[in-house]
């Protein structure tokens, strides 16, 4: 019986305030929604990724030897840790077709038994068939090949031939790619017998360790059996990197937008909760008179928090996972390729993060309750007698006090009356502020930094491709009508230091180049004609300064060669490594041969006869890149919405239930006021006066987070191959700012209209 | 004619179907600087009476008229302009500002009232200029209560209205509240209401208004008005 009637007074008041209620428990959903949908994704990324490595014995080390003979095949073998070993032969080709795109070839020794091809159509190749291959996938519809065609392949001059037995996808190149995006119309992959190259030597070892086998040992044993070896493991491997990056981005994400969106809803049941328990404390006593138990009657108030957001939390938990990770999947498939999509079931940290946003709002009631209700029910019966007001800290400075005007004086002890709430609204506008700026910001740092690398450190207007035709670079400078042609020759190369091993890419510039801008903040800094230089962040993965050495290993060398970092280069976006043309052809012996034609302002007549020429593969334009880059962008402005809508969101809440529970609790002051003579305009300025101040102080407040917030964000998102510079452009303040002012003003507005229902009757009558 | 004349006024109120006729055709008159007492008990309308003299409230009809101003035809402004210039009000629950100190709490009636007094004197002249910077929680009922009438005379008014001035005082303080009251009264020449179910303060007054069930029972003037020393309850 007893229970009944308490349960009856739960549904009853949850849904006479079911506007209340419903906010809480979507807000405790969002935390739950937003934590369980990235936790759901990056799960998903390495249940997937992991399962297609499993299924395709997927290589652990890629052991770079020349050449990679039988007996060294034998003694990788009996390296402890060590499961399969198999040789295979990995070039780089140029395709024989008129935009000349090029392949990574790899050619097994038999039947590949480690990174395992996954056929898609065609028929499997076998390992007696020489001329046949496996083309990727997406190279070949994008190429226009079918199983079946023959492709063929230039190698030193010479062509070679393969019929395509079918098209595949593989573990190893999830992205394939030279440098961030892929593009298969110029980048792709094939799979043949080593049979093909047989004058030539396997260069590349491919290993699996067994189950529970230390990566690190191997890899240092096999370093110590062969160290002119460059050995990749998966983390310096190019594709599997940038799984393991991306899966790392999400895993911080989550931990770092649910953060923010629990402490949102944390403020808001807050108020929430605040704002009912003091109405309810006429109940409560009477509920205690009654003889109900102290117990029983917290137990029935922990339930008003329990329920909406238990409801809340599992609501957030379920939809979180059916409808984020889809929406980040299909993003990230649009660069790679995986056969299947694996969710992971609900993870313990889903759960628990379900468990705490419970938690954290039964222990906010439990906060509220005791601190309203821990009294005589006799006491509770009686009104909630008003705060006693004190002196504040600001009257003992005389100066500034006195300057006040007697409005101003009582504006400031309302203020400090209750703190919290004064605190709660503080905190409220900040976090609102913050939030409208760091969606602002994370728009301007992305246009930042795109403009800046397309503009500010490439200084050309567009760069012709060249393939492997070119003549010498000097000619061109004549050949092209133009205000600048530089030439550039880029290298894939492999990085080693003693910390880490890594793939990126060499560009090496020409003595007095003056199109690229590599210096502190991209401005122009010439290069010295000796050493290599890092960008800054490649320089912070590799663990080296300038001045340190580094091995470096170039496509076609048998061993890595030391030399020195001789500086460090500042750019954003794409990291590498560059050097100049005199300090290549010191170093090594060979030719300086142009892969590319840096060209700044063509006339009409040079851009014609860039079409002339035959050498020229492609032309790319860096403000079209940009605008690509950009479109990327656009994708995202759901994102900021949402933010911005939070924030909004957040503001009006907690303004409104802090505005509701001050009129409350001065209603007879008000009334009293109204009586004396105050017109309802000048009770209504002195209300405002008071929101204003605290909105005022929680924009300023606001100002500097929501700049450190947009640095937050880009920092976890940047991983370990770029650089996201992050910038709040003034604009985006002052937006914010009068956002958020005028959001207050509004909310204020709605508050003080309630000022005319104040019933000076009804209010002032003795309180028996 | 009088300084305060209630004509066939009519209080009605309608709460959920019923309605309650909380001021019944009341009629009289109350000449300038009078003390009048309202007597009656509790829920015959005293308050009502005195919520429409003040102009917190408008009656269902009839006419008020207050030192020559109709206050019926009054709307929402004029009323508060009406309750800043020519009116004081004591509270029995005194309704002080709890965050403000006694002095600011009197200094609340100086801001709206152009011709207000000094809230230091009235302070004094209450007998509170010890404890002009202490808040309402530091004073004691009476203190509290003395606040109030300073608060109330502070704006000069033509017109104090006071519900149920002792109700919340032991009756030691009671009297002193009253002396003071008498005693404003002659300083300042205001004219006086007072209402009260407590019969033992009718000696007091100039007049008494006897209400019952929202009716005037009987208007009597006391030739000689006792002075608080004579009174005891």
Known sequence: MVKNALGLKLARDIWHNRAQFVAMILLCALGTWCFSGLDAFWRMLETSSQTYFEQQNMADLWVNLAPVDREALLRVQ????????????????????????????????????????????????????????????????????????RITLKWDGSPIEFTIVGTCISPEHVITTKDVRPDPTSYGFLICSAAVFSH??????????????????????????????????????????????????????????????????????????????ENQRIMIGTLKSLGYRDGTVRRHYLSYALYPSLLGALLGLLTGRISLPYILWAAETTSMVFPHCLQAPISLEAWLMTGVAVALSLLICLHTYNKNAREWPAALLRAKPPKAGRTLLLERIPTLWNRLGFNGKMVMRNLFRNKLRTLMCFVGTLCCTMLLISSMGLQDSVHFFINRYYTQTLRYQLKA????????????????????????????????????????????????QQLLYLGEKESYKPLEDHGIYLTRKLAEVMGTKAGDPIRIRLPGDDEPVVTIVAGLCEVNISQGVFMTRPAWENWRKDPFQPTALLIANPTSEGLRQLEDMDEVAQVRDPLVQSEQML????????????????????????????????????????????????????????????????????????????????????????????????????????????????????????????????DMVEALKSVE | MSYITFESVSKEYTTGGERVLAADKVSFDVEKGELCVVLGPSGAGKTTILNLLGGMDKATSGHIQVGGKEITRMGGSELT???????????????????????????????????????????????????????????????????????????N?????????????????????????????????????????????????????????????????????????????
């Open chain 1, 200 to 277: 030539l030597p396997y260069n590349e070892a491919v290993v699996t360790l067994a189950e529970g086998a230390q990566g690190e040992t191997a890899q240092r044993a096999i370093q110590a059996l062969y160290p002119q070896a460059l050995i990749l493991s998966r983390k310096g491997h190019g594709s599997t990197s940038i799984i393991q990056s991306d899966t790392e981005m999400f895993h911080s994400l989550s931990y770092l937008f649910p953060l923010l969106a629990f402490a949102v809803a944390a403020l808001i049941v807050l108020t929430t909760l605040t704002r009912m328990i």
């Open chain 1, 465 to 512: 491709e060249l393939d492997s035709t070119a003549g010498e670079a000097e000619a061109y400078e004549k050949r092209i009508q133009a205000e600048r042609v530089e030439a550039v020759m880029e290298k894939g190369i492999t990085l080693a230091s003693d910390t880490a091993t890594r793939t990126t890419t060499l560009t090496v510039v020409q003595a007095d």
């Open chain 2, 81 to 155: 302009q009406y309750r800043r210039t020519d009116v004081g009000f004591v509270f029995q629950f005194y309704n002080m500002m709890p965050n403000l100190t006694a002095l600011e709490n009197v200094e609340l009636a100086r801001q709206v009232c152009p011709k207000a007094l000094d809230p230091l004197e009235v302070l004094q002249q209450v007998g509170l200029g010890e404890r002009l910077y202490n808040f309402p929680a530091q004073l004691s009922g009476g203190e509290q209560q003395r606040v109030s009438i300073a608060r109330a005379l502070c704006k």
């Open chain 1, 631 to 758: 479109t990327l962008l656009k994708s995202m402005m759901g994102m900021f919405m949402l933010m911005s809508a939070v924030a909004l969101g957040l503001a009006f809440v907690v303004q409104y239930n802090m505005g509701i529970l001050n009129l409350m609790e001065r209603n007879r002051e008000y009334a009293t006021l109204k009586v004396l003579g105050y017109h309802q305009k000048e009770i209504r300025g002195l209300m405002k006066q008071e929101n204003n101040l605290v909105m005022l102080l929680g924009v300023l407040g606001g100002l500097l987070p929501g700049r450190a917030f947009t640095a937050l964000i880009l920092k976890t998102c940047e991983g370990e191959n770029t650089v996201f510079s992050s910038t709040v452009n003034w604009p985006s303040y002052v937006v914010s700012a009068l956002v958020t002012i005028a959001f207050s003003m509004f909310v204020t507005w709605i508050l003080t209209r309630k000022v005319r229902t104040i």
């Open chain 2, 157 to 233: 008014p033509a017109l104090l209205l006071c519900d149920e001035p002792t109700g919340a005082l032991d009756s030691k303080t009671g009297l002193q509240v009253l002396k003071l009251l008498c005693d404003v009264r002659e300083h300042y020449g205001s004219t006086v209401a007072l209402i009260t179910h407590n019969e033992a303060i009718a000696p007091l007054a100039d007049r008494v208004i006897r209400v019952r069930s929202g009716r005037i029972e009987s208007v009597k003037r006391n030739a000689r008005p006792a002075t608080v020393e004579e009174l005891s309850w």
């Open chain 1, 78 to 149: 009996e390296v402890p840790g060590v499961q399969e070993v198999q040789a295979r032969i990995t070039l780089e080709m140029a395709v024989d077709l008129p935009w000349e795109p090029r392949v990574a070839v790899h050619a097994f020794d038999g039947e590949p038994r480690i990174s395992i091809p996954l056929l898609r159509e065609g028929k499997a190749l076998s390992s007696s068939d020489i001329r046949g291959c496996l083309l990727e996938e997406q190279f070949a519809k994008a190429n226009g090949f079918a199983p079946g065609d």
